[in-house]
């Protein structure tokens, strides 16, 4: 897996070649790239180079989150916090946040705020708990 092949996908999608970003990091992906899948995953989230799919979003940044990709684990909170594609759930938007803000996602502190006056002090206990129960069986 080569991080110079990643950040051709990184270039191409910021130039705003979806299509090929797409093509290279499902390539990756398929290798098994972290940063790829939840690249891969945020393109079929938004639709952009490949048709949206928010369950296959899905798999791919929980696929990515395992691994501790931050930026994946923001992804599924945005997916609960809006109900895209998953149950709307503020519970789970703020574990996958606080799973986020633990493997140094700066700005997930910001969305974890936001996110708190979304819910009471058992909700934040629960989703606080969820996370360390995540952490412990998921994270490789």
């Known amino acids: 897996m080569s991080d110079a092949e990643f950040k051709r996908g990184m270039s191409a999608y910021n130039s705003g070649q979806f299509d090929q970003a797409a ?7 398929e290798k098994g790239s972290a940063n ?30 395992k691994r501790n990709i931050p930026q994946a684990q923001m992804f599924l909170s ?6 895209d594609g998953v149950r709307q759930s503020y519970v789970l938007a703020y574990m996958w946040c606080d799973l986020a803000v633990s493997a140094g ?5 910001y969305v974890c705020q936001n996110i708190a006056e979304f819910i009471n002090g058992d909700e934040m206990l ?7 129960e ?3 069986f998921n994270l490789q």
Not at 23 to 29: D, E, G, K, P, T
Not at 52 to 58: E, G, I, N, P, T
Not at 126 to 132: E, F, K, P, T, V
């Open 134 to 136: 995540w952490r412990r």
């Open 23 to 29: 093509q290279i990091w499902r390539n990756l992906a």
């Open 78 to 83: 945005f997916m609960y916090r809006r109900g």
């Open 126 to 132: 629960q989703a606080q708990r969820l996370a360390s």
């Open 105 to 109: 996602h700066e700005a997930a502190i």
């Open 36 to 65: 790829a899948q939840s690249g891969l995953g945020l393109l079929y989230y938004t639709g952009h180079g490949v048709p949206l799919d928010y369950s296959r979003a899905r798999k791919l940044f929980l696929a990515a989150a």
